[in-house]
């Protein structure tokens, strides 16, 4: 019985220890895992895919540093995707912290097209294929003033330009001219961007979120609100295994070289909850004993 | 294995080790490493606030530009310091007013048809909305499913009638959905907790040890 009653007071570091260990193996292994793509992140594909060449896709890139490991993949997914298909992008930020976030996202991905560019058309350029709009509080202003001007809620870009002279926004005067809206967050954003972009102005939205909050938003895409839903790190690797898949755009996959790991850890996280549920039942049956 | 030279990735996995440090027990690494994020974050916030919105913004077309109208907005904005002198401190109510004001005019509306309305109409036995599952038949069994789960949710909050009889057994089935729900929630926090800790390994072992 002593055994049993251990099992009720296993020390916090041991759970600590045995969930690194297990999440660190299949990460050096590199144990590859299939990727099964559900609905909601290949409804979100679809629509990214079909947007008209006259209209744009807005990302707004609202994670920081600690939503990184979830977020940052579904940005850089989005991105390739997009620039594959010489989609014009806007990115935004509603919070200040995500602003470096989304620049690298950018940065990086621009270079991986333009490394391999031959010509001006084939490459990305700024301004032409996409603008970073950069960071307007708060969120309410940008949400409801974009429906009338974006140049007018954002006269700056993120590097200083005005908006009005760079070449992608002669045509792109608010929502009318936004085939779909993608907010990747780790908090209530994507809900305020449905309340007040979707609702007042007709934009579609979807939305990339934390798994923590994935609970909260699935119903905004049973009823059709999100045209597509990425949750966690599972949703950033479906959506990479589609841009590999259908694009054929091999690079790094930093969500799906995870998934072994998140598994696992899942795995060990249900181990431990029977043994302390087992330690508890039987504790308490020998008490009423 | 190539370990990285940037003096900025090893700060950052030094950084990572003290707040993981934490685990074993509280230590004055992981305090500074606390301090050190709280400090940065602020500072970085208002630095940018200041250079990327009140000056473009509010300073320079008022005192560079001339445009006086914007005298209004910077009256407004400083009545919010007026807290901090005791005997004209009411007048910070006419900012907070101004701004409740505003977000309670813009949200309503649409909240309310967003989160209420919309949430009503997809809970409600459509032929739409058993489309809308994309599961054939299936759709027609899930809509059941939400729309017994919400009504019997509602009726367990439902405080001013003692749960006994009908309300007693639908208040019963809403518990089990409402366990459901925390269930649901709780897997996903586990995700999402495994998650950073994948995130920061694959940092450590991939771009600060090459590992990876």
């Not at chain 1, 019985?1 to 220890?17: C, S």
């Not at chain 1, 200040?96 to 391999?116: D, H, I």
């Not at chain 1, 940008?142 to 005005?162: E, H, Q, R, W």
């Amino acid at each position: 019985m002593k055994f049993i009653e251990r099992l009720t007071t296993i020390d916090r570091r041991i759970i600590y220890l045995v969930l690194a260990i297990v999440v660190l193996i299949p990460l050096i292994s590199r144990s590859p895992e299939r990727v099964r793509v559900m609905p909601p992140v290949e409804k979100l594909y679809n629509a990214v895919d079909t947007i008209p060449k006259d209209k744009v896709l807005i990302i707004d890139f609202g994670y920081a540093p600690q939503d990184m490991p979830e977020l940052e993949p579904m940005g850089f997914a989005l991105l390739r995707h997009a620039f594959e298909k010489r989609i014009k992008v806007l990115a935004l930020c509603l919070y200040v912290q995500p602003l470096g976030l989304a620049q690298k996202a950018l940065t990086e991905v621009t270079e991986e097209f333009n490394s391999v560019a031959q010509t001006n058309a084939d490459s990305i350029i700024y301004g032409r294929d996409y603008v970073f709009l950069g960071w307007q509080p708060p969120p309410l202003i940008p949400m409801l003033g974009m429906g009338i001007s974006i140049t007018n809620v954002y006269p700056g870009d993120y590097y200083g330009n005005k908006t009005d002279t760079l070449p992608l926004m002669k045509y792109v005067k608010n929502y009318n001219d936004v085939a779909l809206l993608v907010s990747l967050s780790a908090g209530s954003i994507p809900r305020s961007w449905v309340a007040y972009a979707q609702n007042r102005f007709g934009v579609a939205v979807a939305a990339g979120v934390t798994a923590v909050s994935a609970a909260d938003f699935y119903q905004y895409y049973q009823t059709g609100q999100f045209t597509g839903l990425m949750t966690g790190m599972k949703g950033a690797a479906e959506y990479e295994e589609l841009v590999e898949t259908r694009l054929n755009i091999k690079k790094s996959r930093k969500a799906s070289e995870a998934l072994p790991s998140l598994t696992y850890g899942h795995l060990v996280m249900i181990a431990f909850i029977i043994i302390g549920n087992i330690g508890y039942f039987v504790q308490r049956k020998r008490r009423q004993k | 294995m190539s370990i990285s030279l940037s003096p900025w990735i090893w700060i950052s996995a030094l950084l990572s080790l003290a707040v993981f440090s934490f685990l074993y027990k509280d230590n004055p690494f992981y305090r500074f490493a606390e301090h050190l994020f709280i400090g940065v974050a602020n500072g970085y916030a208002v630095t940018f606030y200041y250079h990327n919105i009140l000056v473009p913004t509010l300073f320079d077309p008022l005192f560079r530009q001339g445009k006086l109208l914007y005298i209004i907005p910077f009256i407004i904005g400083i009545l919010y310091f007026t807290r901090f002198i005791p005997k004209i401190s009411w007048l910070v109510r006419i900012p907070i007013g101004i701004t409740i004001g505003y977000y309670v005019g813009a949200s309503i509306p649409a909240t309310t048809q967003a989160f209420i309305i919309k949430q009503i109409q997809g809970t409600v036995l459509t032929s739409t909305n058993f489309q809308a599952w994309n599961a054939g038949s299936w759709g027609i069994v899930w809509s059941v499913i939400v729309f017994i789960g919400v009504l019997c949710s509602l009726s367990y909050f439902y405080f001013s009638k003692e749960h006994k009889g009908v309300l007693g057994v639908t208040s019963r089935i809403g518990i089990v959905f409402i366990m459901i729900g925390f269930g649901a929630a709780f897997g996903y926090t586990v995700m999402a907790r495994i998650s950073l800790l994948i995130g920061r390994l694959q940092f450590l072992l991939g771009d600060w040890l090459g590992i990876i």
